[in-house]
């Protein structure tokens, strides 16, 4: 594959906030659904504290049902807490906004819309104040970043599992926003490309400078991707650790899994799920 040129622009040239300044802040974080059939109310999450500060790629890991899910949801706006706040660039977080973009699981393209009209859709629904010329520039610019330039006019249907999850963080990344929420990305993907799109991410992530929040059921993921993980343990989930990666960058071109370090850190995270890992397996 032959990579485009990045885009000029870290961490230290979005406006608002300067590097290292939290740009997410929960603060005893409840929150849970009412189950109409039960007639009843079901907590997700209990008491989540977390900053995640500006330029960093904080990873959510923990077993399916601990509310991962829940907690970008409520980063997003999409859901509400039932107690305690969150903040995003210093406000209050009381729905959906510009500042949040989000990249699924199953990649949400629109399968009626080419590559490019689906980069659109976001402009389409936000004023962001730019004309289309700049818009059209903002697509090209991102399509090239994903390594997708020339794919503008095909559909969905004409792309591989990676080619469209390309387009998801095209489409995310497009509208510029602050923090990039990603709801277990690559696992609808086969193995060798789910290693292929870890490694454009961190190479996108690092020519951009956003903040992430990254859903994963994998420790390997976890690590080769996060600065930091927050281990999450099921019904309602907490956060039982907050994990350093303290590994260089970039991970991919390395030899980053041969390090005692990541041997160590992945030693830490497995005892950390492991008890609910082989609870879930066994069906309990």
Known sequence: ???????????????????????????????????????????????????INKGEFVVLLGPSGCGKTTFI????GIVLPWEGSIEVNGAPVTGPGPDRAMVFQDYALMPWRTVEANLRMPFEFQNLGLSKDEVDARIARYLEL???????????????????????????????????????????IDAMTREAMQSELERIVMATGQTVVFITHS??????LGDRIAVISRRPGRIKEVVDVNLPRPRFDGDVKSRPEYAKIRERIWDLVKAEALSGAHGE
């Not at 740009?23 to 989540?48: P, S």
């Not at 792309?159 to 990603?182: D, F, N």
């Open 1 to 51: 594959m032959n990579r485009p040129a990045p885009i000029e622009r870290n961490v230290a040239d979005s406006p608002g906030t300067q590097v290292g300044e939290p740009v997410i802040v929960a603060r005893n974080v409840t929150v849970g659904y009412k189950l109409h059939r039960e007639r009843k109310m079901l907590t997700a999450l209990r008491d989540i504290s977390l900053t």
């Open 73 to 76: 949801n409520a980063i997003s």
């Open 146 to 188: 994903v390594d997708l330039k020339g794919f503008e006019k095909s559909f969905p249907y004409e792309l591989s599992g990676g080619m469209k999850q390309r387009v998801g963080i095209a489409r995310a990344l497009a509208t510029e926003p602050t923090i990039l929420l990603a709801d277990e990305p690559f696992a609808a």
């Open 219 to 224: 420790i390997d993921e976890a690590i080769t």
